[in-house]
């Protein structure tokens, strides 16, 4: 009888722990694993981690988020990022768009026919190192890249990265969906503390969306 409750009650404690882990699992999934349905009302998704606030969503032909466009009408992929760190001066790297495309930024999949394709064009990101502000002024960096139209193309800097212009997509249900580490370089505040990074993620977003 002694043994069976000593059972019970390491059971009981085992099962309390297993579950405090799985809540904080499922907090920790809300926050770096976002996706919007096809009829959701907000199709917007936004986050803030480590005082980075990240918002993606799809822009409709008049830069209105949206999830749900008519045949031949040109879409665009939006991300958005503000430091909200006062105390630490933020960089982004020259070939952060290329990086992110290839983590999926852009990409446009069926469910029944696999990826159709990325408005991204390969292109060479080997130049010298060179960076550009997160911080400050420069505190907000938005970048717009468009499916079809590349009049509609906005980068607050010279990133690195090409874009191909692709066909308009058939009536039908599509997804795209991104999963990237963001780094952000730290610079040294004198020539002794050398570099340094701050990573964050992976973040997962995915928006599902129609053409009709």
Same mark, same amino acid.
């Given at each position: ?9 390491? =059971? ?10 799985d809540s904080?699992?499922? =907090? !920790?999934?809300a926050q770096f694993?976002? /996706?919007?349905l096809?009829?959701? !009302? ?18 409709d032909? !008049? ?6 466009f008519?045949? &031949? ?20 790297v ?9 983590? &999926?930024?852009?990409?446009?999949? #069926? ?5 159709i394709?990325?408005?991204f064009?390969?292109?060479n990101?080997?130049?010298e190192?060179?960076?550009?502000p997160f911080?400050g /002024? ?10 079809? !139209?590349?009049e509609?193309?906005f #980068? ?8 191909s212009p692709q066909?308009?997509?058939?009536k &039908?249900?599509?997804?795209t ?5 963001? #780094? ?6 004198t020539? /002794?503390d050398?570099?340094s990074?701050?990573?964050? &993620?992976p973040? =997962?977003f995915k ?5 009709n």
């Open positions: 009888m002694k043994q069976s409750g000593l059972f019970l009650f390491f =059971t009981g404690l085992m099962c309390l722990f297993s579950c405090a882990n904080l699992q499922n =907090t !920790d999934d694993k976002k /996706e919007v096809l009829h959701d !009302d907000n199709p917007v998704i936004e986050t803030v981690v480590d005082d980075i606030r990240f918002k993606f969503c799809l822009l032909k !008049d830069n209105v988020p949206a999830n749900s008519k045949v &031949g009408e040109n879409f665009s992929f939006c991300l958005e990022m503000e430091n909200q760190q006062d105390a630490i001066d933020l960089k982004i020259k070939d952060f768009i290329y990086e992110l495309s290839v983590d &999926g930024f852009g990409k446009v999949i #069926s469910p029944t026919k696999g990826v394709g990325n408005p064009a390969e292109v990101c080997t130049e190192f060179r960076t550009f911080f /002024e420069d505190k907000l960096c938005k970048i717009v890249i468009p499916w079809i !139209d590349r509609r193309l #980068s607050p800097f010279p990133f690195c990265f090409g874009i066909p308009a997509l058939a &039908g249900v599509y997804y969906e991104v999963s990237h580490e963001f #780094s952000f370089y730290v610079p040294p505040k020539p /002794e050398g570099w990074w701050l990573h964050i &993620g973040l =997962t928006i599902n969306f129609e053409i």
